[in-house]
């Protein structure tokens, strides 16, 4: 998206200010705010900066559900603030969060979401856990269940917790490796 930022003209019932008769042929938006607003208030409008729609979030099948529940709640954000969290006792504002409150406000596209058990380098079974969303820690196959949630990872967590460089292996909902 450019920096520069364009201007109409709309007036009051929606309606755009037409170019033919307004402002000349080919002038519907210029980067000249102040001679928007001459036209705005020539012509009884109001001038309106456009701007890009911004892209839908991407977001798994059980994200979707919480954003759906929070488009009925009472208060939306409270919602998604009290369900975006993997860790119930997690408090602050978590980088879930933030990116759910984007999907409701933006939109978003539901995808299946791939996990990975990561492997610890050097190791002949280790693999990282979540302990919560700041930390991680490893353990041998026999002292992690590598079905369990937090031993799964996301390609997001996996950036999030610096995991980028190690092994991964992609994991189903059934708890196989593919």
Not at 21 to 48: C, D, I, L, M, Q
Not at 49 to 62: A, Q, R, T, W, Y
Not at 86 to 102: F, K, Q, W
């Amino acid at each position: 998206m450019s920096e520069e930022k364009l201007y109409a003209v709309k007036n009051d019932e929606g309606e755009w200010a037409d170019p033919g008769y307004t402002f000349g042929p080919g002038a519907w938006a210029t980067s000249n705010k102040a001679e928007r607003e001459a036209g705005a208030h020539a012509y009884g409008g109001h001038v309106v900066e456009l701007i890009e729609k911004p892209n839908p979030e991407v977001v798994s099948k059980e994200e979707a559900k919480i954003l759906d529940s929070a488009k009925t709640a009472s208060y939306p954000a409270n919602y998604i603030s009290m369900h975006a969290h993997s860790d119930p006792g997690a408090n602050g504002t978590s980088y879930d969060e933030l990116r759910l409150m984007r999907a409701l406000v933006n939109g978003y596209t539901v995808t299946e979401v791939k996990k990975y058990n990561v492997k610890v380098p050097h190791t002949d079974d280790s693999y990282f856990y979540k302990i919560d969303h700041e930390t991680c820690n490893a353990a041998d196959s026999f002292h992690i269940d590598l079905d369990r949630p937090e031993a799964k990872f996301t390609k997001l967590e996996i950036d999030h917790y610096h995991l980028q460089d190690y092994k991964k292996e992609e994991v189903t909902d059934d708890g196989m490796g593919c």
